[in-house]
């Protein structure tokens, strides 16, 4: 089964784009079927209740009970394969 993740930064336009596309990268090497769109960290509460997790790299106020990951790894690289194992996980895979 897809798995749907939203990924949330400040403006929805270079970071969340970075960050979406390691991530799906690293999931699907992992033989995990993921679906990845993008947004605002403002506009998730609107959006959260259509995906199985949130992914964003700063505050999020409102995820709807949705689980989140706050993670600047993808951005830097230091600390991508651990959050990549938290993500896998709260996702079932």
Partial sequence: MTKKILVACGTAIATSTVVAKKLE????????????????????????AGYDLI???????????????????????IGIDADVEKIAKLLGG
């Fill in 25 to 48: 990268e690293k999931l699907k090497a992992r033989g995990m079927a993921v679906t990845i769109d993008q947004c605002k960290a403002s506009e998730v509460g609107s959006k959260a």
């Fill in 55 to 77: 992914v964003s790299t700063t505050e999020v106020d409102d995820t709807r009970g949705k689980p989140i990951v706050r993670t600047l790894s993808f951005l830097t690289g």
